[in-house]
């Protein structure tokens, strides 16, 4: 199901509404290209220079160039540029155009509708992004926004533990011809394997074990292709290897510090005083200054664009908003050490070092306490898109598995196979991946 309206509809409106020669050619072009996003998920590829010159092609439309749909696809558009991760990013102004879209009797007003839903979700406000899933699902249940509003149903569901429900939602989506770039599937085998791991269900599948041959490792990511990011300290450079275990792409950055990856896909890393995004054919993209913060501990990346940053003694943690140019601060306290930041989706959290536990926040607060077994010795964590969350401990070499509240699950994985793992994260699908100190790979289900 093709997941745009009218192909080529914009130009052919702006041209009936008499616009200069060349505008409506060149914002088709923009609409047509792979990087430009019809929908909220989609951002995050647009360059800066080509978000600016379509702002005030959008700006032109929206204000008076364009009448009836015309107008609302231009407000649309002009609102997906506003949450691209760039200097351009204005989630308020962004929110006016989508608001006015979703109220109008249009054909764009749907989408206008899941994406102010996909906002409330990536904001944390779970019971008003729940809402206005289920609203859109009842009004149009058939269209490519009323399966996308599924596919986000869902994740929201699987974030509060209902993984039966939100397999459900997944396999209708999934059926009716949701989009590819949802990750439904993917969505789908997590909540499934969820289900099945807390019902007790043996899993058939088999580990398997990489020698990536980074020898120094400094940094562990996965992507969203069920490959890894290794920083090798040695060489200088960021590695990509994908599942099978060839690499397939390559960063040379001096100083480098640490990887990240974003739930959309996008491969990041901290080097000298720099945070980087990896683009393909081994280009790294400059994106913000670190500040005063490197070297740093850790490096998360969220959904909306944005990151989080660790210095080194772990006694400060800084937010780069999407599109700015530095870190704001967040926390700074005396009395912790932090590491190993991690999004969870709603949640950040970090390994309190000096108090040897867990300590969370929502981003706007500070951070809380978590409650962790006795006795442990967190060296690393990680959570996967159902709200699960693995420590690594340490000092047993074994993983602990923490529940959605925090408490322990029974069992703990001991990473025999692997006889000093330094480093842990998650997969799509849900599957752990541990990296030894001489850059041994293992992914397990």
Known sequence: MSSRIGGGA????????????GLAQTVERVAASPRSADWPEETG??????????????????????????????RYRRALVKLEPLATHDVRAAAVDLQAVAAAESPWSGRARYALAWLHEQRGEDDRALDAYQRLLVDAPATPEGLRARVGLARVLLRHGECGAAARWLQEA????????????VLRELAVRTLLREAGE???SRPHRRVTGVRSPVAFATTA?????????????VIEIDSAGTRVGQWPLEALQTVATDPRGGRFAAAGATLYRLDDAGVATPLASLGDYPPLSALAADDTGGFWIADRRGRRVGRIE???DGPAAFWEGEGSRLQGLVWGGHRLLAIDTK??????????????PLPLEDGLRP???AVDAAGRTAVLDGRSGTVRFLRRDGRPEARAFASVEIPRPVAIDFGPEGELHLLDSDGAWLALR
């Open 45 to 74: 590829r647009l360059s800066q220079a080509a978000a600016t010159h379509v702002l005030g092609l959008l700006d032109r439309a929206a204000n008076g160039a364009l009448d009836g749909d015309g107008t609302y696809e231009a």
């Open 174 to 185: 999934i059926g009716a011809g949701v989009a590819a770039d949802t990750r439904a599937a």
């Open 355 to 368: 108090a040897r536990g867990l300590v969370a926040s929502d981003g706007r607060a500070q951070f809380a």
């Open 10 to 21: 914009i130009a052919l409106l702006l041209g009936i509404a008499g616009a200069p020669p």
């Open 202 to 204: 043996p899993d058939p």
């Open 322 to 324: 999407p599109g700015q």
């Open 379 to 381: 060296l690393d964590l």
């Open 225 to 237: 292709a069920g490959g890894v990011l290794l920083g090798d300290r040695k060489q200088g450079s």
